[in-house]
């Protein structure tokens, strides 16, 4: 029984292991430029929530008033 259970547990750490490279690259914020701010404001227009995202719309108006 000892050995089963050690085997069990080496395969699960041998599955974590291997599966977090994935989930790294997956959620990098690499692309994102940290040292930068942007605030938005306008009028949520959709909301959207899905296994393992989120996604909303905004809509936008620029310093003219023209919605983006």
Do not use: C, P
Not at 1 to 21: D, E, K, P, Q, Y
Not at 44 to 66: L, M
């Amino acid at each position: 029984m000892i050995l089963h259970t050690r085997t069990l547990l080496a395969l699960s750490v041998f599955m974590l292991v291997l599966t977090a490279g994935t989930a790294l690259a997956h959620h990098s914020f690499a692309v994102y430029d940290h040292t930068q701010t942007l605030k938005l404001k306008g009028t949520a227009t959709k909301f959207q929530w899905s296994n393992r995202h989120a996604y909303f719309d905004i809509d936008v108006k620029d310093a003219e008033g023209v919605k983006h």
